[in-house]
Every structure is written in structure tokens, then in C-alpha cells.
Nanobody
Framework: QVHLVESGGGLVQAGGSLRLSCAASGRTFGSYAMGWFRQAPGKEREFVIAINRGRGNTYQSDSVKDRFTISRDNAKNTVYLQMNSLKPEDTAVYYC???????????WGQGTQVTVSS
């Protein structure tokens, strides 16, 4: 069982930056792929970016390419989402997820709200 807690959300102006954190419980954090997803009002949850276990290869959606980066600190059981050049369309609840592979997520956090004003 993995418990995930996101933090770092808030209100930011367009063009600004935020860094989200996701703290995980358990001693097997390093064995999980970690991902960030988001859900805007009235829309389905969508994939944003992920980092694999092991070598830590990263994958991202085209909508955040060159603006968002993901990193992980296995010693701190934490994954980070650095968001730069934020746009109003990035407004959403951001969720952290953990799973055995990049395509299979078993555990989810409660989400953190990110609001980008124009």
C-alpha cells in the first residue's frame, strides 16, 4: 500500500511557475513509476507527465512539453512537478499517481488545485 499526498498548488499568474510535490509513504517508493495527471472542470482526467523507476526516464504530454519537468528523490520518497510558463489552460486539479509501470497506476493522491489567471 502506498499513500500519496500532494502539495504546492495555488494561484499563479500566466507565465509564472509552481512546483508541486508528492510525498509517498512506504519503503518501496523507488520501485514505482510515478505520474502526474490533471483534471479541469468539466473535463476528463488527462495524463501530464511521468517518470519511470530505475533509470528515471521521463515522458510527457505534448501540451506541457518544454514547460513542465518531473523529477524524483527516492531518498525522500518524493516526486516533483516543476511547472514553468504556466497558461490559463493549465488550470486543474493535479493528481500524483504510483504504479508498477508507466501505464498502470494503482495508487492516487487526493489532488491539489492549480489555478492560472490570465
Amino acid at each position: 500500500q502506498v499513500h500519496l499526498v500532494e502539495s504546492g498548488g495555488g494561484l499563479v499568474q500566466a507565465g509564472g511557475s509552481l512546483r508541486l510535490s508528492c510525498a509517498a509513504s512506504g519503503r518501496t517508493f523507488g520501485s514505482y513509476a510515478m505520474g502526474w495527471f490533471r483534471q479541469a472542470p468539466g473535463k476528463e482526467r488527462e495524463f501530464v507527465i511521468a517518470i519511470n523507476r530505475g533509470r528515471g526516464n521521463t515522458y510527457q504530454s505534448d501540451s506541457v512539453k518544454d514547460r513542465f519537468t518531473i523529477s524524483r528523490d527516492n531518498a525522500k520518497n518524493t516526486v516533483y512537478l516543476q511547472m514553468n510558463s504556466l497558461k490559463p489552460e493549465d488550470t486543474a486539479v493535479y493528481y500524483c499517481a504510483a504504479g508498477p509501470t508507466l501505464y498502470d497506476y494503482e495508487y492516487w493522491g487526493q489532488g491539489t488545485q492549480v489555478t492560472v489567471s490570465s
